[in-house]
Nanobody
Framework: QLQLVESGGGLVQPGGSLRLSCAAS????????MGWFRQAPGKEREVVSC????????NYADSVKGRFTISRDNAKNTFFLQMNSLEPEDTAVYYC?????????WGKGTLVTVSS
C-alpha cells in the first residue's frame, strides 16, 4: 500500500523551530517531486514549499522564504521541512505530497501550533 506519513508537528512558541518529516512506504520517492502544503482553520490548503526529484530545485511561498528549508533524503525515502522563526500565522495542519506525471499522493497531515 502506498503511504506517506508525516511526523514532527506539535506546539511551539513564536520564534521556535520544528522539523517535519514525511516518510514513504510502498513506493520510492526518488522519481517524485515532493511538496509541503498547509491548511489553517477556515482557509484553503496552500503550498508551502516544493522540491524536485533530484533535490536540485526548490521553491517556497513568499510567507516562509528565509525561514523554512525543504530537503530530501532519497536513500531513506524521506523528506523534510525545517521550520525556523515560527510565527502564529504558521499554525496549520501540514501535509506532504508526492507527485509524478500528474498523480498525487498525500499524507494525512500533522498539526503545527505556534502559540505562547
Amino acid at each position: 500500500q502506498l503511504q506517506l506519513v508525516e511526523s514532527g508537528g506539535g506546539l511551539v512558541q513564536p520564534g521556535g523551530s520544528l522539523r517535519l518529516s514525511c516518510a514513504a512506504s510502498g513506493f520510492t520517492l526518488d522519481t517524485y517531486a515532493m511538496g509541503w502544503f498547509r491548511q489553517a482553520p477556515g482557509k484553503e490548503r496552500e503550498v508551502v514549499s516544493c522540491i524536485s526529484s533530484s533535490g536540485s530545485s526548490t521553491n517556497y511561498a513568499d510567507s516562509v522564504k528565509g525561514r523554512f528549508t525543504i530537503s530530501r533524503d532519497n536513500a531513506k525515502n524521506t523528506f523534510f521541512l525545517q521550520m525556523n522563526s515560527l510565527e502564529p500565522e504558521d499554525t496549520a495542519v501540514y501535509y506532504c505530497n508526492a507527485n509524478r506525471f500528474g498523480v498525487d499522493y498525500w499524507g494525512k497531515g500533522t498539526l503545527v501550533t505556534v502559540s505562547s
